[in-house]
């Protein structure tokens, strides 16, 4: 049995998160009063040196965006100090802006396991620290962030005056296409994010003409520690249709994730169960997998049918869910031809 319990693409754990804003509010006369002296000398909507405020200067052309939680932000019209505070619009600005206008990526841009453009990240120096203050001296025009974010970091962002944009779905392929616009959008970029999402739409029909080819579909189950699986409205729903097979927790009425039980497994007879795994870590976690009875029994004991791809094929809620998909594709039929 693998230990581990699943990572889910993000969003997908919406939570309340009362209790903490309580905490944040006990501690935010003196916590927030500390951040914001300690920054007021470094934060562009500070004072000049000079005593003037930079309103009183010559005006940059600004205008008022809409974030996906319904919060008004007014921006300037190409902001040049991004902060990305997550992957998945680390992934998507990297493929929208130069470089120079990004000021810092999430801890994560680097780590190839879940992220797609860890090469890329290395001409962006910055990187988001843990702390509102280390972001907030950065000095940025624009951060993202997202549902999923720590609640208290994204208050106290919000209370120091920077332009915080959240984005709050993540829920498959129709929220990806929409999460980039949005961020075309805010960076004032909408031709490039209009490119990307046709090209990523570009690749996925290219995928259904080939699944159209094979013929019969496969039924597939995504499973993951403490035995949760991906239905409807996930990102796993799509990569399954894209490679023209069928879901089966979604053929089950299962809306997100969900646990299942060994029985529920071996009765709904996946012809594929489909489980993720670090780079170069493949056929242990294959082994380890086919160690636990209920998966040895749903598939015969056949490696074949326990399919082992990448972990970032299963947490991408970028662009580059196309990759994932053809990621998928080429560990379910290896021997087909694609492009």
């Not at 500390?34 to 562009?44: K, N, R």
């Not at 829920?171 to 990307?196: F, H, K, S, Y």
């Not at 009875?293 to 490696?303: E, F, K, Q, S, Y």
């Amino acid at each position: 049995m693998i230990s581990s319990t699943p990572r889910m693409p993000f969003g997908t754990c919406r939570g309340s998160v009362a209790a903490r804003h309580c905490i944040i509010r006990i501690i935010g006369c003196a916590g927030l009063a500390l951040v914001l002296t300690v920054l007021s000398g470094c934060l562009p909507f500070a004072p000049s040196a000079s005593g003037e405020r930079a309103s009183e200067g010559k005006a940059s052309p600004t205008r008022t965006v809409t974030d996906s939680s319904g919060r008004q932000l007014v921006l300037p019209a190409k902001p040049q100090r991004i902060v990305s505070q997550t992957v998945a619009t680390d992934e998507i600005l990297l493929a929208l802006v130069a470089p120079e206008r990004l000021v810092a990526l999430s801890h994560l841009a680097d780590d190839a396991r879940y992220s797609y453009c860890a090469d890329r990240a290395q001409t962006v120096a910055g990187r988001c620290g843990g702390s509102a203050e280390a972001i907030l001296q950065l000095r940025p025009d624009l951060i993202f962030v997202a549902s999923y974010s720590r609640a208290e970091l994204v208050e106290l962002l919000s209370a120091g005056g920077a332009p915080v944009y959240r984005l709050t779905r993540f829920g498959g392929l129709a929220d990806i296409r929409a999460n980039i616009r949005a961020i075309g959008e805010a960076v004032g970029e909408t031709a490039a994010a209009e490119a990307l999402v046709a090209g990523m739409d570009r690749r996925f029909a290219a995928l259904g003409e080939r699944a159209r080819q094979r013929g019969r579909p496969l039924r597939m189950l995504s499973f993951g520690g403490s035995h949760f699986t991906a239905g409807a409205e996930t990102t796993f729903d799509d990569l399954v249709r894209a490679v023209g097979g069928v879901n089966v927790a979604a053929e089950q009425g299962i809306v997100g994730f969900r646990q299942i039980s060994s029985e529920q497994l071996l009765a709904w007879r996946p012809d594929v169960i489909v489980v993720s795994a670090e780079s170069g870590k493949e056929d242990a976690v294959r082994r380890q997998w086919l160690e636990d009875p209920a998966v040895a029994a749903a598939v015969g004991r056949d490696p074949n049918r326990l399919v082992v791809v990448e972990s970032r094929a299963l947490t991408t809620v970028s662009q580059h869910l196309a990759d994932a998909a053809e990621h998928l594709e080429a560990r379910l039929f290896p021997s087909a031809e694609r492009p």
